[in-house]
């Protein structure tokens, strides 16, 4: 038996009014299809609280070890970077070219990040058919790719790690091989 008796939610909080001031003392409690469950609403809305906490974690850990990746690249390079710096390159010069490969680095790792996460919803759609008692479907998602893509920039900008120790190197001149000439180095 189907009804076509259409209740507005005016026309619900307006019989929830009424009811609670005709029998104030009843102790009942109104529930209506926005509200059916409100333990249950109450628990969705902890764990995705939880979530959050545990997705932004998993940011900052990522980012600490993005720091880390650098610090160590970069103390590799020291003995190239003191090359440079002895031929006369700038330290602003240095500073781009390292800067420039970090970037590129970060800027490929971010793509295939995205393309994963696009391809993510499908593989799992595939694997997980015969378990799953509805069809999934899969589909890419360009608002929470969209998302996803200003976050991983934002937590390596904000989690840097201390800058290195200046390391001095001396040239030697051509004529006497003296150390005359001395640079600075700052990763």
């Given at each position: 038996?189907?009804?076509?008796v259409k209740i507005s ?178 990763p």
């Amino acid at each position: 038996m189907k009804s076509d008796v259409k209740i507005s939610a005016a026309d619900i909080a307006a019989i929830r009014e009424g009811a609670l001031e005709a029998f104030p003392e009843a102790g009942w409690s109104i529930r209506d299809r926005a509200n059916a469950a409100p333990a249950l609403s109450s628990n969705i809305e902890r764990f995705s609280q939880f979530l959050t906490l545990v997705g932004l974690t998993a940011l900052v850990v990522g980012g600490v070890g993005v720091a880390n990746a650098v610090r160590a690249y970069l103390d590799s390079k020291r003995g190239v970077i003191a090359t440079f710096k002895s031929l006369g390159a700038s330290g602003r010069l240095v500073f781009a070219i390292y800067l420039s490969q970090i970037l590129a680095i970060a800027g490929i790792a971010i793509v295939m990040g995205l393309v994963v996460a696009a391809l993510m919803p499908h593989a799992t759609a595939f694997f997980l058919a015969d378990l799953m008692p509805v069809a999934a479907g899969a589909s890419i998602y360009p608002g929470a790719l969209a998302l996803a893509d200003p976050i991983k920039p934002t937590t390596s900008q904000a989690i840097r790690s201390p800058r290195a120790p200046s390391m001095e190197t001396r040239a030697p001149t051509a004529r006497t091989g003296s150390p005359n000439v001395t640079s600075t180095i700052s990763p």
